[in-house]
């Protein structure tokens, strides 16, 4: 129970990657504010279900992380809801493939905002209380892509690498505040993200998801597996340790082996 007593703020937890960090932190004790979209009956089980099963207090926000003023209020709300802020994990993020030049101007804003200004947003509104309490622990979720290109993910690409920079510069900013600040890189993750992907992936090649799946990972990941949701979750639950206590400004890779190759 290394988090017991710490509160934690996932944005995007309603599904994927974002639920299984929640899960992992919630399992060392910390408090959740779960965020993110989804059906409001499904997100109240989830919630109590969450709640039910680690005893820890999980509370709910569906602020839509693509207006800039919601980050703060979100981290606001944490505070209020749950007596704190300890862990910020930004994590919410969309996908939009197509080639540069036919990319749709709305796809690259909606990308930026969501996938990298939030992130931005999301520190600068928690850092002032980590650095006022002396201890924060921040978890920017990036990508593969943002150590790397594929074609065709130009805004996802270039939101991916910001957040990297992004990263590095608030791990700087903060390094003798008790303040970590690291980007966690997935490879292949199999959520509802990347299911949207595959099923694009077989109706535009003719095949069907499955073989999409082999293709996908022949291409990118040597270990020929994809990661779990539970495995990030392990992860962030180790940047959040004592034992990562000099671990700051570091892009961590968990992606079998693709940026290596
Ligand atoms: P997902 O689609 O399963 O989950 C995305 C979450 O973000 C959902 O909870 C959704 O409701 C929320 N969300 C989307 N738009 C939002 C908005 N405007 N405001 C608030 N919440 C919003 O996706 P995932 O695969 O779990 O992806 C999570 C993160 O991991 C993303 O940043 C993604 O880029 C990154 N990532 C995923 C993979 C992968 O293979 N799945 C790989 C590398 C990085």
């Known amino acids: 129970m290394a988090l017991k007593g710490k509160v934690a703020l996932v944005t995007g937890s309603t599904s994927g990657i974002g639920l299984g960090i929640a899960r992992a932190l919630a399992a060392e004790g910390a408090s959740i504010m779960l965020n993110g979209f989804g059906d409001a009956g499904e997100i109240e089980k989830l919630r109590a279900d969450l709640e ?4 820890v207090k999980v509370a709910y926000d569906g602020a839509d992380l693509s207006k800039p003023d919601q980050v703060a209020v979100l981290v606001q709300k944490t505070q209020d809801a749950l007596g704190g802020i300890d862990v ?11 080639p540069v030049e036919e990319f749709p101007e709305a796809k690259w804003e909606a990308i930026i905002s969501i996938n990298l200004s939030a992130v931005f947003y999301g520190m600068k509104a928690a850092i002032p209380a980590m650095k006022k309490q002396g201890w924060g622990r921040i978890i920017n979720i990036a990508s593969a892509h943002g150590l790397v290109a594929s074609p065709h993910k130009v805004a996802y690409v270039a939101a991916k690498h910001g957040v990297v920079g992004a990263t590095k510069v608030a791990a700087i900013e903060t390094a003798n505040d008790g303040i970590t600040v690291n980007a966690i890189c997935p490879g292949w993750v199999l959520t509802p993200l990347v299911q949207k992907q595959l099923e694009d992936r077989a109706k535009e090649a ?3 998801v499955d073989t999409e ?3 996908m990972l022949q291409e990118t990941q040597p270990m020929l597996k994809f990661s779990t949701p539970e495995e990030i979750g392990a992860l962030a639950v180790f940047l959040c340790s004592d034992g990562a206590a000099t671990i700051t400004g570091t892009p961590v890779s968990i992606d079998g082996g693709w940026v290596s190759h």
């Open 52 to 55: 039910k099963e680690f005893s």
């Open 213 to 215: 799946k082999k293709k």
């Open 206 to 208: 003719g095949t069907d």
């Open 88 to 98: 910020l994990v930004n994590n919410a993020g969309i996908q939009f493939t197509a």
